[in-house]
Every structure is written in C-alpha cells, then in structure tokens.
C-alpha cells in the first residue's frame, strides 16, 4: 500500500512590542521560502552559508578560493548582478 503525507508547519512572527505581525500555517516548502523573508532576507544562501550552517561546515571562510568565491557569489547573487547589467548593455545599444 502506498501512502503520501506532508508536513504541516506553524510560523508566528512577533513586532518588537509584542504583537502578532504574522501567523502562518503552511507546508514546510512553503515555510523554507517565508521564514528569509520574516527575517528581513530574501537569500536562502544566507540562510544555509551564515545562519543555519551545519558546525562541520562552518569553517567554509577559511576554504580554498574557488570555495569562497562559490560561497560568496551564492550570498551576495553575483550572477544576477551580472545578468541585470548585460540586459542593461543590451538595451543601451
């Protein structure tokens, strides 16, 4: 017998003085996506590189330098920066 179950989650975001600013009941993907954004983020390279990185995997600063220019381009979205401003150059000519 086959059987598919999902995870529900429960997120409850509080203002500084106390009050509720946000309670959400939604699917866990749908929770990985809102949490960055409660946070005041939108990178889930933050999230997995800075905030939530495994103690084993911590020391990734001190890595090699394709490592760190990996680890780098993911946080700060080089790679979109870098496509915004071919789109710009295209639309100059």
Not at 1 to 11: A, N, P, Q, R
Not at 72 to 77: Q, T
Request: charged letters at 30%; aromatic letters at 8%.
């Amino acid at each position: 017998k086959k059987s598919f179950k999902t995870l529900d989650g429960h997120v409850r975001a509080m203002n500084p003085d106390g009050s509720e600013k946000a309670a959400v009941n939604e699917r866990c993907s749908e929770i990985n996506k809102l949490v960055p954004q409660l946070m005041g983020f939108d990178s889930k390279a933050i999230l997995d590189s800075v905030i939530f990185v495994h103690q084993e995997a911590s020391n990734w600063p001190l890595a090699d330098g394709a490592t760190l220019k990996k680890h780098f381009d993911e946080i700060f979205a080089s790679s979109k920066y870098t496509k915004a401003l071919e789109a710009i150059t295209k639309l100059r000519k």
